[in-house]
Nanobody, 119 residues
């Protein structure tokens, strides 16, 4: 299984972007899906998390600006980002985990999407 994310994105301060991430391959289940981000010189941090049933959780810095969602029929996760700030500039990584057909667990990461917010 592997994740394919949307490409590099840019917007002005206060703007909006939507990221997507799709899981490809054969698997028994797709459970949790996450978005993480890592800015230059900083540690990777959790942006948002969504369970298979739609339960969500967000990093404190999101403060109502981002919305994570998923389409289980398409094995795809989205991150709607509004009111973007310069400090949101980072590489955004998607992550997914579940069970393979072999009943072994998987945990895969996408390649990373550069998001740049500037004036």
């Amino acid at each position: 299984v592997q994740l394919q994310a949307s490409g590099e994105a840019w917007c002005r301060l206060g703007g909006s972007l939507r990221l997507s991430c799709e899981l490809f391959g054969s698997f028994l289940s797709l459970n949790g899906m996450d978005w993480y981000r890592q800015a230059p010189g900083k540690r990777r941090e959790l942006v948002a998390f969504i369970t298979s049933s739609g339960g969500t959780n967000y990093g404190d810095f999101v403060k109502g600006r981002f919305t994570i969602s998923r389409d289980n029929a398409k094995n795809t996760m989205y991150l709607q980002m509004n009111s973007l700030k310069s400090e949101d500039t980072a590489v955004y990584y998607c992550n997914a985990y579940g069970m393979l057909l072999s009943h072994r667990p998987y945990n895969v990461w996408g390649p990373g999407t550069q998001v740049t917010v500037s004036s």
